[in-house]
Nanobody, 118 residues
Framework: VQLQAYGGGLVQTGGSLRLACAAS????????MAWYRRSSGNQRELVAS???????AYAASVKGRFYIYRDNAKSTVFLQMDDLKPEDTAAHYC?????????????WGRGTLVTVSS
């Protein structure tokens, strides 16, 4: 199983980025997927989630600015981030909401770093 996030980068306040997460090695099409982020010194937090049928939910801090969607045919989950703020600076990861375990160990794939300059 692999979950690889990409698309991060350096952007100015008010800018936009689109993150993508490619899933492989298992069928995630029916699973609720989510984007998480962890900034320096903080715990990982859930940013946005999307069910297998497309129902979405967002953290209050990003509602109205971020949009999560998925392309099951390409096994990819996207996060469109608009009106970015310095507090959005964090490493971003995707995962199944119910988690992924490999040999009994929680799996987190490669994240992608988003840096928003003021």
């Amino acid at each position: 199983v692999q979950l690889q996030a990409y698309g991060g980068g350096l952007v100015q306040t008010g800018g936009s980025l689109r993150l993508a997460c490619a899933a492989s090695g298992a069928d995630f099409s029916g699973r609720e997927m989510a984007w998480y982020r962890r900034s320096s010194g903080n715990q990982r937090e859930l940013v946005a989630s999307i069910s297998g049928t497309g129902t979405t939910a967002y953290a209050a801090s990003v509602k109205g600015r971020f949009y999560i969607y998925r392309d099951n045919a390409k096994s990819t989950v996207f996060l469109q981030m608009d009106d970015l703020k310095p507090e959005d600076t964090a490493a971003h990861y995707c995962n199944a909401v119910s988690g992924v375990w490999i040999n009994g160990v929680p799996y987190w794939g490669r994240g992608t770093l988003v840096t928003v300059s003021s």
